[in-house]
């Protein structure tokens, strides 16, 4: 959560979870759960959802992930993001899927890139869910069409 407002309490966490199975019945997509056999049997989420928040770009749907920082840079959320856009596409019929983060989050931007998505400057946005004078308001956001 280094790149986020705050962690999560238990009780969130559990909310979150909830929520994610909700988006599931709503919108036949959603964030998937994320192990590796013989190495862990969680170690994060990664996929697709409908931010809740009113942005320039909205509606929108997001590729997202979230792992936990033993896990980084072995490749683990580009392979599960691109599982998700190739998803979005062919199966979901989406034209175009986006994802955001705060700028100094450089590990989610090379992500990012190397799912080919692009980034023009213009789109880029305040976060409404970010209070207002945080460091991490500030949200760059990434696009890629449908192939």
């Known amino acids: 959560m280094q790149y986020f407002v705050g962690t999560l309490s238990r009780e969130d966490s559990d909310e979150l ?3 994610i ?6 919108h036949a997509f959603g964030l998937w759960a994320i192990e590796v056999p013989g190495v862990a049997p969680f170690v994060g989420f990664v996929g697709l959802s409908v931010p809740s928040f009113e942005a320039h770009f909205m509606p929108a749907v997001e590729v997202g992930w979230r792992l936990d920082r033993p896990h980084w840079g072995h490749g683990y959320a580009t392979e599960a993001a691109r599982a998700s856009l190739t998803d979005g596409f062919d199966r979901v019929g989406l034209t175009e899927i986006v994802s955001f983060t705060t ?16 980034r023009d400057p213009n789109d880029d946005f305040d976060h409404p869910g970010v209070p207002k004078g945080h460091p991490l308001r500030r949200h760059v956001l990434y696009r890629i069409a449908a192939p």
């Open 17 to 19: 979870v909830d929520q």
């Open 103 to 118: 700028p100094i989050n450089l590990p989610s931007i090379a992500v990012m890139e190397r799912l080919g998505m692009t």
């Open 21 to 26: 199975e909700k988006h599931f019945e709503e």
